[in-house]
């Protein structure tokens, strides 16, 4: 095993091959370690986030050195069939580069169990090891668009898109099945230790395929409600995000700034982990029709209540605001800061999407964005806790004019990269572009960032706050929306306690990193018996 540094709470376990990594995958399954919130397996890797307040790195380091890698435990055994049509546009291709026909690529395909792996890159993606076992490189220009139900291939495994999206995969045919349906009690057809056989399902029907519609309804209010007149430019409801379900390939999401959230919940009396409104560079506007009580926290954003009879006041952040039924209220845009939270009372009266009201915009999971219309319900309540008067944002919120500074952990790939990159990347200051969102940061430097390795990353874990470097050498800091798997080595990782800062950061504004110490490989403790050498005869 190779122990390297994802973050001050995430650990990169790097292994020799597939097999290893689902044994050691297993041995967590079957004997947890206290103190690990989270695990997501890939190709030769595991990524394991945890509480260094139940279990220090270097224990946790010791105790996976331990583990027996030599076999696995019994994993689910249920099988899925998978009816293809293969028609795929690279078939032809992908039959050139493993030298056989067309025909032997699908009976080869369809003659063999696969297992599915692990799961990442979208909800209900598997990464389907095994079977014919073929080795297909990715496409060398990826496609902006792959559809929904497309089997594929990439290096040693098979997968099918669970929606449509851009992707690298050498498509070979398409499959009928919902990979992904929130209907469902299980909304991911596939998970990890399932067998999966493939079907040749013969020529595609004359009509084309069914298309499958995920269910959009808004619920009606029944009592006291929000409506939206204008959302601006994004308001979506977040929580502390949905842990979990990485076995499902959904990631935690929730919001970026998660202590203005809890500062906005203590300031109307809720429980601090309650899902707020997420505002995005002001604009949103709303009348109140009932009585209630609101505290706005995050970006320092002008809030103006007018009631209905036309007067006007205007409250601060951090403080509870009380309204009545027939209130107006308006948010400007921030004078520093870029997201908003808007906590409510009591909460809102929204059904939870897998635990959680936060909205992933890369997984199109939970309630989707407010839109002019929408009637938002709310709980009316008159007891329950004390409002606090007390908060305050936990940082000087910054503008586009500023250059923040944010610490950062090296690795877990700072070994991929030139000295030189690893140089740059403290000592140049990178823009925020315009193509930010809640999935990640892109960057813009002067100077773009080199590898000293060329090879193909297989996917692995990637975590919040994670530096990702792309072939462009421009990076992309990944915030709460980002894929729990990706292809492209990571240099570096915002350090946890920056990430409400990054969060908050806008559009031009410039960002120098600060590693807060070198890149390090990390070590069990020499004086143990590791895996490997309990397993020698």
Known sequence: MRFLPANLDTLLVELQDLDETLALFDALQAEPIAGVEEIVPAARTLLIQYRPSAIDRQALIDDLARRDLSRRSARDSRRVEIPVHYNGEDLDEVAGLLGISREEVVRRHTSADYEVAFCGFAPGFGYLAGGADFQVPRRQTPRTR??????????????????????????????????????????????????????????LPAGGLPTHEQPTAGETPTGAYLEILSPGLQTVLQDLGRAGHTDQGVSMSGALDRGALRAANRAVGNDSACACLEVVLGGLSFVCHGRTLIAVSGAQTPVTVTTASGLQWQPGNYQPIELDDGDRVSFGAPQAGLRSYLAIRGGFQVAPVLGSLSYDSLAQVGPPPLKAGDRLGFDTISAGCSVSTSEGPAFPLPTAKDVITLDVVMGPRSDWFTPAAIERLSSQLWRVTPQSNRVGIRLEGEVPLERCNPAELPSEGTSLGAIQVPASGQPVLFLADHPLTGGYPVIAAVASHHLDLAGQIPINAQIRFNPIAAFVELEPDASLPTADAKNQP
């Open 146 to 203: 792959i559809p929904a139900g497309a089997v594929a291939l990439a290096g040693n495994f098979s997968g099918i898109y669970p929606k449509a999206s851009p992707g690298g995969w050498q498509i070979i045919g398409v499959t009928p099945l919902q990979m992904w349906d929130l209907g469902r009690d299980e909304p991911a057809l596939l998970r990890p230790g399932y067998k999966v056989r493939f079907q040749d399902a013969g020529p």
